[in-house]
């Protein structure tokens, strides 16, 4: 996943960078650095940023009820 999805993704969800590496359980330097593309998420976080992005897919899909 590029730096930029990955925010997007944060973004997506509503969630700050805090937010977003307590869900992931890592901390916000780590999520800092992702966005920033100073690290490269490793295959084990890429594969939790992927269940990720397809649980707020899914959201997507979901319309309000009225």
């Given at each position: 996943?590029?730096?930029?999805?990955?925010?997007?993704?944060?973004?997506k969800?509503?969630?700050?960078?805090?937010?977003?590496?307590?869900a992931?359980?890592?901390k916000?330097?780590?999520?800092?650095?992702?966005?920033?593309?100073?690290?490269?998420?490793?295959e084990?976080?890429?594969a939790?940023?992927g269940?990720?992005?397809?649980?707020?897919?899914?959201?997507?899909?979901?319309?309000?009820?009225?």
């Amino acid at each position: 996943m590029k730096p930029i999805e990955i925010k997007q993704l944060r973004q997506k969800l509503g969630l700050t960078q805090t937010q977003f590496a307590l869900a992931l359980g890592c901390k916000k330097g780590t999520i800092e650095n992702y966005e920033q593309a100073k690290r490269k998420p490793s295959e084990v976080f890429e594969a939790r940023l992927g269940k990720l992005a397809k649980k707020a897919a899914k959201l997507d899909k979901v319309k309000p009820v009225e």
